[in-house]
C-alpha cells in the first residue's frame, strides 16, 4: 500500500466543505502538515468555503452532483450515512476530521480520527435546533431519523485505530457516546496576525474600537443575545458570521450593531486588529476564537463552559460571564470597559495553540499508526 518510494500515502476525510468554520481551518491546517494529501468529503462548494481548498484534490460524494446540497448540506442529512459510504479512502492511512460523519469513511488502511464532536444533530439535538425536537417539523424528522443513526454512528465509529479530540468537553462526550478514550489534541488558531490586511468598507467608520463577536449564525450560537445585550449600550458590536439567522439578527439589530458576512481572511485580521474585545456567548466543543483574537492580543469575554475552558487564561487572556443570557453578557461587556490588559501576556498564551506545535503531535499520531501497520 505503499506508495512511490515507499514514502506512505496519507488522506484526509471531512464531513463537508460548504462553509467557513474552525473545523475546515483545522483541514487546511492537516493539508499543510500533509501537503500530498487527497481530501475526501461528501459535499464540496468552493464558493461556500475558504479559497485554499481551491489548490487540494478534493474527492467528492454523488450528493455533490446536487447544486441545491452543495449550497445546504442540512438539507442532506438523511442521505449522509449513504454518501460517506461511497467515499472509500484507498490510503495507508486517512485522517479523518469528524463533526459526525467523516469517521465513517471505508479505509483500507489506518484510520485516525480528529473528532471536533459527536454529531451535535444525534446527542444534542435541542441546543442544535435552539428548540425542542417535537416543536418543530425538521426537529420530529430528526426524532425519527435519531435511533438509526445513532447505531449507524457507533458502528462507524468502532471503526477508528485511534480517537483524537480537540478538548476536555469533547473527549468527555466521546466516552459517553461511544465509550473510546480519546487523546486530546488542541487545534491551532488559523488567522496569522502577520498576513495582509484589507479594510472592511462598512467598518472603516468603527476603525477606532468595537467588540467583536465571530461565529456562524446558528440558534445555539446564542448571537441573537448577544446582540440584544448590547442594545442600548453605549459599547458596539460587530458581529461576523453567516447563517440561517443572518436576515434575522440584521433585523433586528440595533444602530450599535453591525452584521458582516463573506469576509476574506485579510478583512478578518483588519476585524481582529481594530477590535478592543471578542465576545463568545455560545457553547462551544473547543472555541477556537479566543486563540484568533488572542493572536492579535485581544481578550474575550467568554461563556464559562465548553472548550473555553481550555483556551481561556481566566485574568490573562480573557475572563467568564455565567450564562448565555443578554443580562450576563451585558454585564461582562460593562465590567471590561476601561480595564488594561497585557497583550504581551495575551498573545503568549496563545503561542501555546500555534501549528508547529499541532503540526508535531499530529504526525506523530499518525507515524505511530503507520509503524504499527504490518502491510
Not at 461556500?48 to 481551491?54: A, I, L, N, Q
Not at 440561517?244 to 481582529?272: F, I, K, M
Request: with cysteine.
Amino acid at each position: 500500500m505503499r506508495g512511490g518510494g515507499g514514502r506512505p500515502r496519507v488522506a484526509i476525510a471531512h464531513d463537508y466543505l460548504t462553509q467557513r468554520g474552525g473545523a475546515e481551518r483545522v483541514v487546511l491546517s492537516m493539508l499543510r502538515a500533509f501537503p500530498d494529501a487527497t481530501v475526501h468529503t461528501t459535499l464540496y462548494d468552493p464558493e461556500g468555503t475558504f479559497p485554499e481548498f481551491r489548490e487540494a484534490r478534493i474527492v467528492t460524494s454523488p450528493l455533490n452532483r446536487s447544486a441545491r446540497l452543495r449550497r445546504d448540506h442540512r438539507r442532506a442529512l438523511p442521505l449522509l450515512p449513504w454518501a460517506v459510504s461511497r467515499l472509500p479512502v484507498d490510503a495507508d492511512l486517512v485522517i479523518a476530521s469528524s463533526s459526525g460523519w467523516a469517521h465513517a469513511v471505508p479505509a483500507s488502511g489506518r484510520k485516525l480520527v480528529y473528532c471536533h464532536a459527536p454529531a451535535r444533530w444525534l446527542y444534542q439535538a435541542e441546543a442544535y435546533l435552539g428548540h425542542a425536537p417535537s416543536t418543530s417539523v425538521t426537529g420530529r424528522v430528526l426524532l425519527a431519523l435519531t435511533p438509526p443513526l445513532r447505531r449507524w454512528d457507533r458502528r462507524a465509529a468502532a471503526t477508528a485505530d485511534r480517537y483524537l479530540v480537540n478538548s476536555t468537553v469533547v473527549r468527555d462526550r466521546v466516552k459517553q457516546a461511544y465509550g473510546i478514550d480519546a487523546e486530546i489534541l488542541p487545534p491551532p488558531f488559523g488567522i496569522d496576525p502577520a498576513g495582509p490586511s484589507e479594510p472592511v468598507r462598512d467598518l472603516v467608520d468603527w476603525a477606532d474600537g468595537y467588540h467583536l463577536l465571530v461565529s456562524r449564525l446558528l440558534p445555539y450560537k446564542n448571537v441573537a443575545e448577544a446582540v440584544r445585550a448590547f442594545r442600548g449600550l453605549d459599547q458596539r458590536l460587530v458581529v461576523v458570521g453567516h447563517g440561517p439567522l443572518e436576515g434575522e439578527l440584521r433585523a433586528a439589530a440595533p444602530g450599535n450593531v453591525r452584521v458582516v458576512s463573506g469576509l476574506v481572511d485579510a478583512q478578518l485580521r483588519w476585524v481582529y486588529a481594530h477590535s478592543t474585545a471578542l465576545i463568545a456567548p455560545s457553547l462551544e466543543d473547543f472555541g477556537l476564537t479566543p486563540l484568533e483574537a488572542g493572536a492579535f492580543g485581544r481578550p474575550t469575554l467568554a461563556l464559562h463552559a465548553g472548550g473555553y475552558l481550555d483556551t481561556i487564561a481566566p485574568g490573562v487572556s480573557g475572563t467568564f460571564f455565567p450564562e448565555p443570557t443578554p443580562d450576563a453578557i451585558r454585564e461582562a461587556v460593562l465590567t471590561n470597559v476601561g480595564r488594561h490588559w497585557d497583550a504581551a501576556a495575551i498573545r503568549a498564551h496563545v503561542d501555546g495553540f500555534s501549528e508547529p506545535h499541532f503540526h508535531r503531535r499530529l504526525t506523530a499520531a499518525a507515524q505511530t499508526l503507520l509503524d504499527a501497520d504490518p502491510a
